[in-house]
């Protein structure tokens, strides 16, 4: 049987589907059979119907703003690689999200190619997290199947990155974290000090390992999100406002995991770039007024 379809076997996946979804109105959940059978891409990730929903919100996301800024191709990068599936799923969305908007993907993955590092201190979890947790299984298929667009970094992310810093071309527009470790992401976030004009101006980001109730801010990726904020002025990671209010689902526990990159120092940011880019000023109407 195909593992996505074995996953349904798992108690855990339904307690999750019953809490998140279930329970949700009737009508959306009716509406999200329809959407799933004949929907656009864009109304499948509205409706949260496919699969690894922060995934492919963020990488719509990603493309509607590229598009706004007549970018054409980005790049989406994800930490943490593993036996995959993570970077399969995200070639396969970029696929579908460049039929529906017409923005391109590179898609680019960063992992050791052997499993965890050594955690090196409380910070990293070890209590949930340790030394070849997370191997490949089974590099050479992998790379087999990936698309062209697609392409994996193997060694430590320290080294790994600033190769990539010098290869990669398209603008930056996704980036998942999935590295477990207070040390791995804190030198993956190092991917958020280049030149400004090489990022989306805001950059969703996906944390994976940030929704455990005992994950907290003095570890792991929620204390590396601080560290960097706290040494960087003009980029910041900031957790995307309201974002359930805004989705027809909003008991799922992915949002909690969206952030966006805020690069401050980007050109499209600044007062130049925005006043030769406006037509004319914005006017408010009064309906309380009756001769305006
Ligand atoms: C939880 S797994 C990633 C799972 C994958 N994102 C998925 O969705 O299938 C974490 C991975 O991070 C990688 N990793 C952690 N710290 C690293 C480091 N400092 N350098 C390179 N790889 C690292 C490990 O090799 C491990 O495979």
Redesign the pocket.
């Known amino acids: 049987m195909n593992s996505i379809w074995k996953k349904l076997l798992l108690g855990r996946i339904w307690k999750r589907i019953y809490v998140e979804r279930l329970g949700e109105p009737l009508i959306y959940n009716l509406a999200s059979i329809f959407v799933m059978l004949f929907g656009s891409t864009r109304s499948k990730i509205e409706y949260d119907v496919m699969p690894r929903h922060a995934s492919a919100y963020s990488i719509l996301a990603a493309a509607d703003h590229a598009k706004s800024y007549g970018i054409k191709r980005l790049a989406l990068l994800?930490?943490?690689?593993?036996?995959?599936?993570?970077?399969m799923n995200m070639c396969w969305i970029a696929e579908r999200v460049t039929k529906e908007t017409g923005v391109e993907f590179d898609i680019i993955g960063?992992?050791?190619?052997?499993?965890?590092?050594p955690p090196r201190d409380y910070r990293d979890h070890p209590e949930h997290y340790f030394t070849g947790?997370?191997?490949?299984i089974d590099k050479a298929a992998l790379l087999k199947a990936l698309p062209p667009n697609a392409k994996i970094y193997y060694?430590?992310?320290?080294q790994t990155l600033k190769q990539a810093e010098r290869e990669i071309t398209s603008t930056i527009g996704f980036i998942?974290i999935?590295?477990?470790?207070f040390?791995?992401t804190e030198?993956s976030l190092e991917v958020l000090t280049w030149q400004p004009e090489r990022y989306l101006p805001a950059v969703p980001m996906y944390f994976?390992d940030v929704a455990y109730i005992d994950h907290n801010r003095f570890c792991g990726e929620l204390l590396a999100i601080d560290a960097f904020n706290d040494t960087h002025d003009l980029r910041k990671i900031a957790p995307v406002n309201f974002l359930p209010k805004y989705r027809i689902f909003k008991n799922a526990l992915w949002h909690g995991q969206i952030y966006y990159a805020h690069i401050l120092d980007h050109e499209f940011r600044g007062v130049a770039y925005n006043t030769t880019k406006r037509p004319k000023i914005a006017v408010l109407t009064n309906p309380y007024l009756s001769n305006p």
């Open positions: 994800e930490f943490g690689v593993a036996a995959g599936a993570g970077l960063f992992d050791s190619g052997e499993g965890m590092p947790d997370y191997p490949p060694g430590p992310i320290e998942s999935d590295v477990d470790y040390f791995s030198q994976d």
